[in-house]
């Protein structure tokens, strides 16, 4: 069975490609999702896109994936250093996670520096720009392996 790859992006990243753009780049969040389904299709893999810009939202998208997802690839915009709420979601579903960052948040404000996700995640990826998505795929893709598999009778 194919994984079942869950893509989240939080708030403000429906402004990507135009938000920004000496900092996040001219690539749309558009475009991301374009790439994502070819290099979905390329790997076998399926992948559901969502954005949010609702902190509630985004908990309930990650609880609907319960049993349905074998991944989940995040990027939870400024919710990243706020939100309890998104990583109580994440562990509450048991779902294997990569956090994803267009920016090196380490070349910012030093309050971008804490995540209430990343001692959670398989991976963080930040810096990359929107290739940081290419990246969690392929990752996904290789490593975050079908769960919950049905015995064969
Ligand atoms: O909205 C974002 C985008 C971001 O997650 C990134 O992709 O680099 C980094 C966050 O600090 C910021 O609030």
Redesign the pocket.
């Given at each position: 069975m194919a994984q079942r790859i869950l893509l989240i992006n939080?708030?403000?990243?429906n402004l990507l490609g135009t938000r920004e753009p000496q900092?996040?780049g001219s690539t749309t969040l558009n475009d991301v999702v374009t790439q994502a389904q070819t290099q979905a299709a390329g790997l076998s893999i399926q992948i559901e896109a969502f954005q949010s810009n609702h902190e509630g939202a985004i908990v309930d998208k990650i609880q609907a994936a319960r049993g349905n997802k074998d991944g989940i690839i995040i990027?939870?915009?400024?919710?990243?250093?706020t939100s309890v709420a998104i990583r109580d979601a994440l562990l509450g579903v048991g779902i294997p996670f990569v956090e994803?960052?267009?920016?090196?948040?380490h070349a910012?404000e030093q309050w971008?520096r804490h995540s209430y996700l990343s001692d959670k995640a398989e991976a963080v990826i930040?810096g990359l720009g929107v290739f940081?998505y290419t990246a969690a795929i392929d990752f996904a893709a290789k490593h975050m392996k079908v769960k919950n598999v049905s015995p064969k009778l």
């Amino acid at each position: 069975m194919a994984q079942r790859i869950l893509l989240i992006n939080g708030p403000n990243l429906n402004l990507l490609g135009t938000r920004e753009p000496q900092i996040y780049g001219s690539t749309t969040l558009n475009d991301v999702v374009t790439q994502a389904q070819t290099q979905a299709a390329g790997l076998s893999i399926q992948i559901e896109a969502f954005q949010s810009n609702h902190e509630g939202a985004i908990v309930d998208k990650i609880q609907a994936a319960r049993g349905n997802k074998d991944g989940i690839i995040i990027n939870p915009g400024a919710f990243t250093h706020t939100s309890v709420a998104i990583r109580d979601a994440l562990l509450g579903v048991g779902i294997p996670f990569v956090e994803v960052h267009v920016s090196n948040v380490h070349a910012r404000e030093q309050w971008r520096r804490h995540s209430y996700l990343s001692d959670k995640a398989e991976a963080v990826i930040c810096g990359l720009g929107v290739f940081g998505y290419t990246a969690a795929i392929d990752f996904a893709a290789k490593h975050m392996k079908v769960k919950n598999v049905s015995p064969k009778l």
